[in-house]
């Protein structure tokens, strides 16, 4: 028996399938990093719905095309580097004269007196910055550093205030600054990557490669570690050698097999990066080898560096090999110590002074060499830990030597890459314990990071869950515009 359909029973079904065409289309805007509505209303989108690392416009005008950030594991001493007290030191040897409470340790039974500054101090260049003794190199590059005073964290902790200042959030699995980075803006050089990272020899940083991942964004955005020691690659070179028609003819090929697979096999991110990465490694035969070779330097650049010298031969290696990568167009470059070498809890005095004897020389070569360059203007450099120290002592066994962590006040510091020049901003009580002027957040910190690239913080998100996840966490943080030049 055959069934009539009238009128009403047509366009009765015709709406079904218009509702469920239009809410088809809006799982596809939406699913694995699609624009939402608001992104699509805004004049630039965050990024591409395919995930690439080809260059990507910027929100505005950038004024820094690359970053180098120069990571001091374990929370550098403001009050003892940069940041000098006369009221700290005429209260050596005393209690505190407030609350021991205010300082936030994790123990007031573990309350030293407060303690003084351990250097010497003096003032620098016609910014007149602020430098210890044992930091004679860079105190010589002082009107090139925009300081920074103000900044505060979240947490007392190493673990936590590691995931924030890198992450922007307290816990494990975000994606870290270098991956929204390279997320939101691309590299110019397809043939090397796009995010590096630097470890030392001597071992991972705290935290390990939680500090580099690429959190919920796809895996193609994550930092890529070069070997510390012997050759930063393995196997770049090829196993036998063919001509280059062979080998183009060849590529072409994988790539359409490559491009196959993958739409067999839409939103598989772990594939993409996969595929990405294995081009990558292809290319990279061609052109790392000479971006990696410090045998192509002078002399005389080694030396400024101090490749060569026991002290500072490894970090001095790093740093220069991050002026050749950004040299070449690689978008992020981080460069860590081991584990957290100025956590000084115990013998502030001695510990600091061997982390600046490994580090300032090279730091200030690095500084040199891209202003001599050319490549200081539309480079990035960032200087900081992720937290400070107390102006109190800190009692570890039997003695009070060392400062324990402070998170209301630290200092970092920027130089090139659009900010201001000799610059000094934001200030600290008069024992360098708290903010009183200026205060910077991690989520400042990194909005203006963002900005000098070419990003809006606002604009820079990815879908999950149906929120708009962003690095900047959900209160809306402040550019710094003062110290942008």
Known sequence: MTTQ????DFFSRTSDGLLGAALTHLFCQDFFGGQ???????????????????????????????????????????????????????YDGKPFPGSVEELGNTSTAEVGVVMGGQYKMAQHGESGHWFADILPHTAKMADDLCMIHSMWTDHPNHDNALYKIHSGRLFMGYPTLGAWTTYGLGTENQNLPAYVVLNDPLGMPKNGTRNWT???????????????????????????????????????LLNRLDEIHR??????????ARIASYGLAARMQ??????????????????????????????????LLARRLVERGVRFVQIFLEEQPWDSHVDLASNHRGACERTDK??????????????????????????????????????????????????????????KPGMRYGTTDEFGHSVVEGPVSVHDFH??????????????????????????????????????A
Request: glycine letters at 8%; charged letters at 20%.
């Open 286 to 319: 061609m052109s790392a080898s000479e971006a990696l070779d410090l045998n192509r330097e002078t002399a005389q650049t080694l030396s400024m560096y101090g490749v060569g010298e026991k002290t500072t031969d490894s970090y001095a290696r790093r740093c």
């Open 263 to 272: 739409t067999q096999r839409p939103h598989t991110p772990e594939l993409d």
């Open 36 to 90: 939402s509505a608001l992104a699509k209303e805004k004049e630039h989108p965050p990024a591409n719905t395919v995930h690439t690392l080809g260059p990507k416009p910027t929100h505005h005008p950038a004024s820094a095309t690359s970053v180098i950030q120069l990571f001091m594991n374990g929370g550098p001493s403001q009050m003892d580097l940069f940041d000098p007290k006369p009221v700290l030191n005429k």
């Open 447 to 484: 909005a203006t990071i963002l900005h000098l690239l070419g990003l809006h913080h606002q604009e820079l998100f990815y879908m999950r869950s149906g929120l708009e996840e962003r690095l900047t966490g959900f209160e809306p943080p402040r550019v710094v515009e003062e110290i942008i």
């Open 214 to 252: 690429a959190g919920f964004l796809p895996p193609l955005y994550q930092g890529t570690r070069l070997r510390p020691t012997g050759s930063p690659i393995l196997n770049l070179k090829q196993q036998y050698d063919q001509s280059t028609a062979v080998t183009e003819s060849a590529t072409r």
């Open 362 to 419: 090279p730091v200030a070569a690095l500084l040199r060499d891209l202003k001599q360059r050319g490549l200081l203007d539309s480079t990035l450099v960032i200087w900081g830990g992720e937290f400070g120290r107390t102006p109190t002592s800190q009692k570890a066994g039997d003695v009070f030597t060392g400062r324990d962590h402070n998170m209301q006040a630290f200092t970092s510091w920027m130089a090139g890459g659009g900010v």
């Open 5 to 8: 359909h009238t009128r009403r």
